[in-house]
């Protein structure tokens, strides 16, 4: 099941929230204002991406309160327009974070955890997008709570530990996931499929409009399609083994809209010095 993309140049109906519910329940057109990705302006022919700086890049000896608004400003400062976190890394009240970011003219992109703590979380500090895992029996339940708050729910998938149940590692787990929770959107991670041996690109094509959200993340050449294997796994955007090039068309061609959230996931001497270089290398692809 292929959501439709909105297209912004018809008039849109006047729904009720639980038409909307259901339409978002069964795959059909999603208003925009229930939406942080926005349909694409085909008459100027750019796509809007957002893009973010992902709270996990910075010393995890930040990831708490003390350290939010260093971080908030880096986020700014760095040239970007947002970020994530889960709220426990993040280490201040929602309402809080929604001043802040106000404040300094950026954005809460998206919140991870759990979906009840998530979503609760997000509303408040008005993120729009919440990354969890949902049961399949309770998937529903989440889709509307998080809806009836202006909120989307996006499964990230993830290398896990060998014998667990459930997990989302590849390209086809990724879409089995989805399909069999209807509503709910995916947030490929470049680098985790690339290390669980799938192709972020073709992931991405095969997503389409299911593609919500992105994680963009590159991977050390030896590492790709061997994820227990050992030492660092990820580098910097742009030094790796990922077919940059071929992510930016996927999405262009499936005419995405919506926030970019920029990870690196290692450990580095300067994380200031680091986040300006991966915000430089986007912008030499126009974004």
């Avoid at 694409?40 to 309160?65: E, T, V, Y």
């Avoid at 106000?102 to 997008?129: E, F, N, P, T, V």
């Avoid at 530990?161 to 997990?167: K, S, Y």
């Avoid at 294997?229 to 068309?249: M, Q």
């Amino acid at each position: 099941m292929t959501l439709r993309p909105l297209n912004i140049t018809t008039a849109l109906p006047e729904i009720s929230r639980r038409d909307w519910l259901l339409r978002l329940l069964t795959g059909g057109t999603l208003l925009a204002a229930h939406s942080t990705v926005a349909a694409p302006d085909r008459r100027a022919g750019k796509l809007r991406w957002q893009i973010g700086h992902h709270f996990w890049n910075w010393d995890h000896a930040w990831n708490h309160g003390e350290f939010f608004l260093r971080r908030a400003e880096l986020t700014k400062q760095t040239g970007y327009e947002g970020f994530e976190a889960k709220p426990e890394e993040i280490g201040r009240p929602a309402a809080e974070v929604r001043d802040t970011c106000a404040r300094l003219g950026i954005a809460c992109a998206a919140i991870g955890g759990s979906a009840q703590a998530g979503i609760d979380y997000a509303h408040a500090a008005g993120a729009k997008i919440v990354r969890c895992h949902v049961a399949k029996a309770e998937s529903r339940r989440w889709i509307e709570y998080a809806g009836e708050r202006g909120i989307i729910l996006v499964v990230h998938p993830h290398v896990a530990p060998p014998g667990t149940v459930g997990a989302v590692e590849t390209r086809e787990e990724l879409l089995r996931y989805l399909d069999e929770r209807p509503g709910m959107f995916a947030c490929p991670d470049t680098g985790h499929l690339a290390l669980c041996g799938s192709d972020p690109v073709q992931t991405i094509r095969d997503l389409g409009a299911r593609c919500r959200y992105l994680h963009l993340k590159d991977i050390r050449p030896e590492r790709v399609g061997k994820k227990q294997g050992t030492g660092e796994k990820f580098c910097a955007i742009g030094t790796g083994a990922l077919d940059l090039t071929g992510v930016i068309k996927a999405l262009e061609d499936i005419r995405y809209e919506g926030w970019i959230m920029v990870e690196r996931d290692d450990r580095v001497p300067d994380y200031v010095a680091s986040a300006r270089a991966m915000r430089a290398t986007l912008r030499k692809f126009g974004y």
